[in-house]
C-alpha cells in the first residue's frame, strides 16, 4: 500500500475514534458514536477536496472510509469505559491525526496545483477541520481556543513535506519528516505548554456595553 495511502486511512482512523471518545465523554447512544466518528473521520478531507475542485470527494470514490470510520466508532463504544482519562487519550490521539493527516493534505494540495502555498493550507485544513467539526458538535472546547499551539503544527509538518518534496527527497522520507515534524511540535505543546505570543489588547467588551 503506497505511503499517501497508509497516511490517508490512518488519519481517518485515529480522527474518527478522537471523535467517539468526544461522544463518549457525552454519553451518546451508538448512533451519536458513529456519527461523531465519522463526520470527524472525514470533514477534513471532504474540505479539502471540495477546495481542489477534486468531486465526488474521496470518501464518496471509495466508501472504504466510512468502513473505517464506523469501526473506529464501535471499537470506542466497546472499550472507552476502561480508559482512566478519555479527554487525554483525546488530545493525544488528535495529535497523531493531525501528524498524519497534514502530510496527506499537503501532498494532495501539492499534486493537484503544484503549488507550495496552496500545498501549506490544503495540509492545515485537511489536519484541523475535522477536530473543529467533532468539538463543535459534541460542545466542547474547541482546540483552536486552546493555548497550545495547534494550528501551527500542521503547518510546520504541512511545511516540512512540501520542502523536503521539493528538494528531491524520496515520497517516503518526506512523509516521515512532515509527520515527524508535527508530532514534535503539537506533542511538545501538550507536553511543556508551548504556546505562540498572543495579542496585547484587552478582552472584549460585551455587545450590551456599546449598544
Same mark, same amino acid.
Given at each position: 500500500m503506497p505511503i499517501l495511502e497508509i497516511l490517508d486511512y490512518a488519519g481517518v482512523a485515529v480522527f474518527a475514534a478522537t471523535?467517539? *471518545?468526544?461522544?463518549?465523554?457525552?454519553? *451518546?447512544?451508538?448512533i451519536g458514536y458513529l456519527f461523531l466518528?465519522?463526520?470527524? @473521520?472525514? @470533514?477534513?478531507?471532504?474540505?479539502?477536496?471540495?477546495?481542489?475542485?477534486?468531486? =465526488?470527494?474521496?470518501?464518496?470514490?471509495?466508501?472504504?472510509?466510512?468502513?473505517v470510520c464506523a469501526c473506529?466508532?464501535?471499537?470506542?463504544?466497546?472499550?472507552?469505559?476502561?480508559? +482512566?482519562?478519555?479527554?487525554? $487519550?483525546?488530545?493525544?490521539?488528535?495529535?497523531?491525526?493531525l501528524s498524519a493527516y497534514c502530510v496527506m493534505g499537503a501532498a494532495k494540495g501539492l499534486a493537484a496545483t503544484g503549488s507550495p502555498i496552496v500545498a501549506l493550507v490544503t495540509g492545515m485544513l485537511t489536519a484541523t477541520f475535522g477536530g473543529?467539526?467533532?468539538?463543535? $458538535?459534541?460542545? +466542547?472546547?474547541?482546540v483552536l481556543l486552546r493555548p497550545e499551539i495547534?494550528?501551527?503544527?500542521?503547518?510546520?509538518?504541512?511545511?516540512?513535506?512540501?520542502?523536503?518534496? *521539493?528538494?528531491? $527527497?524520496?515520497?517516503?522520507?518526506s512523509s516521515a519528516l512532515g509527520v515527524a515534524a508535527a508530532f514534535a511540535v503539537r506533542g511538545g505543546a501538550l507536553r511543556y505548554g508551548w504556546t505562540l505570543p498572543t495579542?496585547?489588547?484587552? =478582552?472584549?467588551?460585551? =455587545?450590551? +456595553?456599546?449598544?
Open positions: 471523535g467517539a *471518545l468526544s461522544a463518549s465523554r457525552k454519553q *451518546l447512544d451508538i466518528a465519522s463526520v470527524t @473521520g472525514i @470533514g477534513g478531507g471532504t474540505m479539502r477536496d471540495v477546495i481542489l475542485g477534486a468531486t =465526488p470527494v474521496f470518501w464518496v470514490m471509495n466508501p472504504a472510509y466510512l468502513i473506529a466508532g464501535l471499537i470506542v463504544f466497546l472499550t472507552s469505559h476502561r480508559f +482512566e482519562s478519555r479527554y487525554r $487519550l483525546l488530545v493525544w490521539l488528535d495529535a497523531v491525526g473543529i467539526l467533532r468539538d463543535l $458538535l459534541a460542545g +466542547e472546547p474547541s495547534y494550528v501551527t503544527a500542521a503547518l510546520v509538518g504541512a511545511g516540512a513535506f512540501v520542502v523536503a518534496t *521539493l528538494v528531491g $527527497l524520496p515520497l517516503a522520507a495579542g496585547k489588547a484587552g =478582552p472584549g467588551r460585551d =455587545p450590551d +456595553e456599546v449598544m
